[in-house]
């Protein structure tokens, strides 16, 4: 049960570090990784409704994510 506990307490932990990060994100960052990740969009909706290129938008996603990921190892 220990475990269970400290395993909890590491995600909750990941979890508000991640909403922290995206908090630091442009608002225009923000609304493609939560169109993306947490509204359920795919890439090609997401291209088609805001009128981005598709091949844009997943070069805007591997760099918000590499901006993500080094924002998370510091």
Do not use: M
């Not at 909750?12 to 923000?30: D, F, T």
């Not at 509204?39 to 996603?61: A, D, F, N």
Request: net charge positive.
């Amino acid at each position: 049960k220990y475990e269970d506990e400290q395993y909890s307490e590491q995600l909750l932990n990941a979890i508000a570090q991640l909403y922290i990060a995206i908090g630091q994100l442009k608002p225009k960052e923000q609304e493609l990784i939560t169109a993306l990740f947490f509204s359920g969009e795919t890439q090609t909706h997401y291209s088609k409704r805001t009128g981005i290129p598709q091949q844009t938008v997943s070069r805007h996603l591997a760099k918000i994510l590499e901006k993500l990921r080094k924002s998370l190892k510091s």
